[in-house]
């Protein structure tokens, strides 16, 4: 069982930057893949970005490509999420998740994933 808590999410002005935490429980963090989604009003939850569990593989969604980096430290059993030049689109709860899996290909479908956080809101105003 791993569960996961979000954090540093908040109201940030158009252009500006935030940097998103998830704390894991557990002892086998570094053998999961992590990933970030959002979900907008009205809208179906996205994928954002994953990051394997050593951290050398990494996908972002276009949208959020060049403008946000995912990073992990194994040693902390935390994942993070930088955004920065946020847009007013970019306004969503964002959720961490964890799937244990060899499949890489799989890590940008939120229903592959095991285990989410309560998720955090971000708000960018315009």
């Known amino acids: 069982q791993v569960q996961l808590v979000e954090s540093g999410g908040g109201l940030v002005q158009a252009g500006g930057s935030l940097r998103l935490s998830c704390a894991a429980s557990g002892r086998t963090f570094s053998t999961y893949f992590m990933g970030w989604f959002r979900q907008a009003p009205e809208k179906e939850r996205e994928f954002v970005a994953t990051i394997s569990g050593s951290g050398s593989i990494v996908f972002y969604a276009d949208s959020v490509k060049g403008r946000f980096t995912i990073s992990r430290d194994n040693a902390k059993n935390t994942v993070y999420l930088q955004m920065n030049s946020l847009k007013s689109e970019d306004t969503a709860v964002y959720y961490c998740?964890?799937?244990?899996?060899?499949?890489?290909?799989?890590?940008?479908?939120?229903?592959?994933?095991?285990?989410w956080g309560q998720g955090t809101q971000v708000t960018v105003s315009s």
């Open positions: 998740a964890a799937v244990r899996t060899s499949f890489y290909s799989i890590t940008r479908q939120s229903d592959k994933y095991d285990y």
